[in-house]
């Protein structure tokens, strides 16, 4: 089991930045591939990103593309979220997610991951 403990979320103003860190501790960090999720009030939660454990692969939520970037850190087991020009609709709680897989896998499905964060609000304003 491994439990994950999200980070780096707050209030940025509109076309601002913000990097989100989600921390894992437990059984071996790098046989996750980890996922983030947002939820925004009143809508579903909804893929961001993801990446493998090998941090060869990623995949991205199309209309994030270019301004968000996944890494991974495995020797801090860490992942990360890098969020660049900031809109107003992307105001949510961000969570992370991770599962095991192989090498190279990576998975955009909610119900694809077993192990969630608690989330962290990232608001951003006008």
């Known amino acids: 089991q491994v439990q994950l403990v999200e980070s780096g979320g707050g209030l940025v103003q509109a076309g601002g930045s913000l990097r989100l860190s989600c921390a894992a501790s437990g059984r071996t960090f790098s046989s996750y591939a980890m996922g983030w999720f947002r939820q925004a009030p009143g809508k579903e939660r909804e893929f961001v990103a993801a990446?493998?454990?090998?941090?060869?692969?990623?995949s991205y939520a199309d209309s994030l593309k270019g301004r968000f970037t996944i890494s991974r850190d495995n020797a801090k087991n860490t992942v990360y979220l890098q969020m660049n020009s900031l809109k107003l609709e992307d105001t949510a709680v961000y969570y992370c997610?991770?599962?095991?897989?192989?090498?190279?896998?990576?998975?955009?499905?909610?119900?694809?991951?077993?192990?969630w964060g608690q989330g962290t609000q990232v608001t951003v304003s006008s």
């Open positions: 997610a991770a599962r095991i897989a192989d090498y190279h896998a990576i998975y955009d499905r909610l119900g694809a991951y077993d192990y």
């Open positions: 990446i493998s454990w090998s941090g060869g692969i990623t």
